[in-house]
């Protein structure tokens, strides 16, 4: 057996959703920095990774950063070795959907989350992208929850986060929910003043 | 109340440090959320079914208690 099979062993065997999905993550990852790409989790698999107890996202979208992006025949060997191809930028890998995702769009300066050599989305951006999913066309309370959550995480301090920069995100054009993400902080620090 | 100390995840963290965070994270979310569960959104109807079928082996995208540490190598 190939050291790829045994960690894709291992990760099936592993029967905690948030951990599987992100060692999913972290091998396919691994296979795309072996061809000089940088992939970045983003999306719901990102919130996962935050917020780790509440949202399981079922998947993992990963985009690349970076000059590099794998060829259509990289993505596609890389995938074939993993697991088996479910479409276009599609597979299943130990039980996980994949999907490869083109180049990351990000309008935070920061630098990007890791763990361990693992990419993921800033939460600075990754809030504010949650914020505008909540109420662009309209107010939507349950996806609303997800965003508090991880301001709730930021404000508590379990989650290094430039507040600075969360703002100047926030208020950019790119997302323009800096009202929101303004009342959200007052609330959760309310809520967190009250409760001490 | 745990009297340990909540671990901050740093911008650059192990996976060891990702583990320790779980129980102070998990913590803060079920405050915020009174320990509802959040949906998911994908908004890709074949997605979701995807989705379903690979997650049709009865535990679904329900969180359930945190399992013991596995390796991550």
Not at chain 1, 44 to 59: H, I, K, L, M, T
Not at chain 1, 148 to 159: H, P, Q
Not at chain 2, 24 to 46: K, N, Q, V, Y
Request: hydrophobic fraction near 40%; charge should be neutral; aromatic fraction near 4%.
């Amino acid at each position: 057996m190939s050291e790829l099979d045994a960690i894709l062993a291992d990760i099936r065997r592993e029967d905690d959703p948030n951990r599987k999905n992100l060692r999913v993550a972290e091998v396919v990852s691994r296979c795309f920095r072996e061809i000089g790409c940088a992939p970045v989790v983003v999306g719901g698999s990102a919130v996962e990774f935050y917020s780790d107890g509440r949202y399981v996202s079922g998947d993992v979208d990963l985009c690349f950063d970076g000059p590099r992006l794998p060829t259509p025949r990289e993505r596609e060997e890389i995938m074939a070795r993993l697991g088996k191809p479910l479409g276009v930028r599609r597979c299943e890998v130990a039980g996980v959907l994949v999907d490869l995702l083109g180049r990351v769009e990000t309008t935070a300066r920061t630098a990007f989350q890791k763990i361990g050599e693992l990419q993921l989305i800033q939460i600075e951006d990754l809030i504010a992208e949650r914020l505008l999913v909540a109420t662009v066309p309209a107010r939507d309370e349950t996806r609303l929850e997800v965003a508090r959550v991880l301001i709730a995480l930021v404000a508590n301090d379990l989650i290094a986060a430039d507040r600075e920069e969360l703002l100047r995100v926030a208020d950019s054009p790119d997302y323009r929910v800096g009202a929101e993400l303004r009342a959200l902080l007052a609330e959760v620090d309310g809520k967190e003043g009250a409760g001490s | 109340m745990s009297a340990e100390k909540p671990v901050r995840l740093e911008r650059a963290t192990t996976w060891e440090e990702w583990e320790r965070g779980r129980a102070s994270r998990r913590a803060i979310c079920d405050r915020i959320t009174a320990g509802r569960e959040l949906r998911r959104f994908s908004g890709d109807p074949r997605k979701d079914e995807l989705l379903r079928r690979l997650n049709s082996g009865g535990r679904g995208l329900r969180f359930g208690p945190i399992a013991p540490r596995a390796s991550p190598e």
